[in-house]
């Protein structure tokens, strides 16, 4: 069975009503090189979804694809459709701002601003035109209390954000991003940089957050895949050698619900990949 079908297929199975994102034949460019070739896939609303596979398979591109983070790079550009809330993201008159609004997005390493913890969190709904001094005490703790972190920096919310612990600090980063009220948020690799500890409070916050929040990871963690991830969707690197020169791209292979893909992969590259037989 062709991805295509599967992804079809996988389509079909989940309701039009519980998808939160759909990409439809998604490539990535990078001026003339194509980094990721044709993907078709579909989020599905409330649930965790997992991406894993080799570095450069392009796991990370197709995250930044969902809230037009590749605009940002110079001569990246999208063909193909990314379907959200009946839309399609990439048409002309979408602004990308407010897709990020909607979109949100935790960056690998903590990324807080050089501002105080309640300026970090503030900092969103500020922009969005909200001054009320007692709107934003409301927001910054809903977010904190939302982010499992409200009960160890409540007191002390005029210390900077710098000051805080990995961990800390990327809670208060996912803190930040759900001040303002997305319903997607993407994660790239956001436990790579803490330690065990660290990550497994991110874990079982991601499993609290996902009961409001459609949430995507990259990782490399494919334990962390098993424990934290709903569905999971297989990337990998296709190569192939032009007038001596090998040209590499990523494609999905294989996407399902985790249970599925490590159990009883459809595709032997999955099963070669998960079983430690390559990548």
Avoid at 11 to 32: F, L, T
Wanted: with cysteine; glycine share 6%; hydrophobic share 40%.
């Amino acid at each position: 069975m062709s991805v295509e079908q599967q992804t079809i297929g996988m389509a079909m199975d989940i309701p039009h009503n519980q998808i939160a994102i759909e990409a439809k034949n998604v490539s990535v460019y990078y001026g003339d090189y194509r980094a990721v070739k044709d993907v078709s896939m579909v989020i599905p609303r409330h649930k965790i979804t997992a991406f894993i596979g080799p570095s450069g398979c392009g796991k990370s591109t197709m995250l930044r694809v969902f809230n037009r983070m590749n605009d940002l790079i110079d001569g990246a550009r999208v063909e193909g459709e990314v379907i959200y809330n009946g839309q399609n993201l990439y048409d002309h008159h979408i602004d990308p701002v407010e897709v990020r609004r909607r979109i949100g997005m935790v960056f690998q390493k903590p990324n807080p601003f050089p501002k105080s913890i309640f300026d970090n969190i503030a900092y969103g709904p500020r922009l969005l035109g909200i001054r009320d001094k007692q709107t934003l005490n409301e927001i910054v703790e809903r977010s904190l209390k939302g982010a499992a972190l409200w009960e160890e920096v409540k007191t002390n919310l005029k210390k900077s954000g710098l000051a805080l612990s990995g961990g800390q600090q990327q809670r208060l980063c996912i803190a930040r991003t759900i001040a303002i009220e997305p319903d997607v948020i993407l994660m790239d690799e956001p436990c790579s940089a803490l330690d065990p500890i660290a990550t497994q409070r991110i874990e079982e916050l991601m499993r609290e957050l996902v009961e409001h929040y459609t949430i995507v990871i990259v990782t490399h963690n494919m334990q962390q895949a098993v424990r934290i991830s709903d569905y999971t969707a297989f990337f990998n690197i296709r190569k192939i050698t032009v007038d001596h020169r090998e040209i590499r791209w990523g494609e999905l292979v294989e996407f399902a619900p985790t249970e599925d893909v490590f159990n009883s992969p459809r595709e032997q590259e999955t099963a070669d990949y998960i079983s430690g037989r390559f990548g």
